[in-house]
């Protein structure tokens, strides 16, 4: 209790409190967007963090992520464009509800469900990481590779609805993770005589090149057509707290919702794009009028609204414990973690527990700053994204991300890695295969390899060392896991296909 009341009192600096809100309009900004996604203002605000004391970066991403998310229900409410893809659900009733002039009321719902869902996240974190935490110091080099086996089948299964191209990205991510010096045995590897290469590709350059420049790439190409704008009418007056009251009187859509997202957020790959979605399919399945779905019902809206935000601060459960990424976005973050010398585990929560707890209680106040900034400037800030021209915002952001990654390490080298990785990452998503997995790739690549030698290394007392691998009770639970998660698209897909064939027969 003593630390959280210490914790509590230094994140009510005005520094801090400028910081949240600082950020949560930033997000905004970006999130609204279409095009621009919560990952990709992580990655260009990343270097601007590193002058920061800990607490303060860890704030600052934080509250921009949180804004980002939230963000993205503007553009799907008002052009039918999804933000972010935690969005796309928002689209469904949001759109609908702008067509006949209740924008207004449409925003007040993603408000107030959005900011009910990030605080639902940070109670879910606060009760939830502490015990995985106590549990991950059981976790040897043999559970830390399975951990990583599980968390790259998740990936594949989750990705772009391709099995096969998301174990691709996946691959691709973990040979991009094996260049330079091996961790374990200090050989050379893939380095084509290129001492600038021993260092192996940067985690931040790589998020940075991956995320943002195929989107950059995008907005080029399509020029004005990548921002259209709209205009915002709403023709009923309708009030805040009459809307604050309709929402809160769906206590079980509200519950259900942060559930599934919370749920969906600790499974490493997923995120709120897939929350967002089935969260919405359950309030559709369990309303009295599911037909009326799609032509502007609320229920749908706090569904979404709702489950993507507590994916934010929810993601961040597997990510502060065992060092996986719940979301792509959580990749970032764990890199500033890793660049302060902080290790996800239990001694985050012991030895960090200050800097551990005024990030996620900063999350918390994250989502409260939400309501005044996005209700008084959300459409401000609409309007000025719409009217800042392609020609300024593409160059603006690039050179962001060039000085970004200069300033890692002073290379230039590292810069041309960005532009290279960020240009292939622009070319593999033309046929499909999305960035996220190739980084998720890249950081459990490094977390499989070390655990896969390290075990192998205990094991050569036994005639055969890989049986290092599976000599733990834990470590067999994961391997259950692992081979039902690889294993559950090929069951869905069988399940869908008989499920078809019974209703064909039912029909005919």
Not at 312 to 338: N, Q, R
């Amino acid at each position: 209790m003593e630390l959280f009341q210490e914790t509590f009192l230094q994140l009510l600096h005005p520094y801090i409190i400028i910081l949240i809100f600082s950020g949560v309009t930033a997000g905004l900004f970006v999130g609204a967007m279409p095009g621009l996604t919560a990952t990709m203002a992580l990655a260009v605000l990343l270097p601007f963090t590193f002058t920061m004391p800990p607490l303060e970066g860890l704030v600052a991403l934080g509250a921009v992520y949180m804004g980002a998310i939230y963000g993205g229900s503007f553009a799907a409410i008002l052009v039918n464009t999804p933000g972010t893809p935690s969005s796309i659900a928002t689209a469904f009733e949001g759109y609908p509800m702008a067509k006949e002039g209740r924008a207004i009321e449409a925003i007040y719902v993603a408000t107030i469900s959005s900011a009910i869902g990030g605080i639902a996240g940070v109670l879910f974190l606060l009760l939830l990481s502490p015990p995985l935490a106590r549990l991950s110091i059981k976790f040897g080099p043999a559970e830390f590779f399975w951990v990583a086996m599980l968390g790259l089948t998740l990936i594949a299964s989750l990705s772009e609805g391709s099995l096969l191209k998301g174990l691709l990205g996946g691959s691709l991510g973990m040979i991009l993770g094996t260049i330079g010096v091996a961790p374990i045995g200090g050989e050379t590897r893939f380095t084509f005589g290129l001492p600038v290469l021993q260092g192996g590709v940067e985690m931040i350059v790589a998020l940075i090149g991956l995320f943002v420049l195929p989107e950059l790439y995008n907005m080029a190409t399509q020029g004005k057509a990548a921002l259209q704008e709209v205009s915002i009418s709403s023709e009923r007056g309708v009030s805040f707290f009459s809307v604050l009251k309709r929402v809160l009187s769906m206590p079980g859509n509200l519950i259900r919702s942060c559930i599934i997202g919370e749920i969906v957020a600790i499974i490493p790959g997923a995120g709120g794009n897939i929350a967002n979605l089935v969260a919405y399919n359950e309030a559709k399945r369990t309303s009295r009028h599911p037909e009326k779905f799609g032509t502007g019902v609320i229920e749908g809206l706090v569904a979404s609204e709702s489950s993507n935000n507590v994916t934010v601060a929810g993601s961040m459960v597997p990510l502060l414990t065992l060092g996986i990424p719940g979301a792509p976005p959580d990749a970032v973050i764990l890199g500033v973690l890793l660049l302060h010398g902080l290790r996800p585990g239990i001694e985050l929560f012991t030895t960090s527990g200050k800097l551990t707890y005024g990030f996620i209680i900063s999350m918390g106040l994250a989502a409260i700053a939400m309501v005044p900034v996005g209700l008084m400037g959300g459409r401000l800030i609409y309007r000025v994204i719409f009217k800042t021209p392609y020609y300024f915002l593409v160059p603006t952001i690039s050179l962001a991300t060039i000085l970004g990654s200069f300033a890692l390490r002073n290379s230039i080298t590292d810069v041309l890695i960005m532009i290279i990785l960020g240009t292939i990452g622009y070319l593999l998503k033309q046929v499909g295969i999305a960035p996220a997995p190739i980084v998720l790739g890249l950081i459990l690549g490094s977390i499989a390899e070390i655990g896969f030698v390290q075990s192998l290394l205990r094991g050569t007392a036994y005639p055969y060392p890989i049986l290092k691998l599976f000599e733990n009770p834990l470590s067999h639970i994961l391997i259950a896991m692992t081979l039902f998660s690889g294993a559950w698209p090929y069951i869905s897909a069988l399940y869908k296909r008989l499920k078809g064939r019974i209703k064909s027969k039912e029909e005919s």
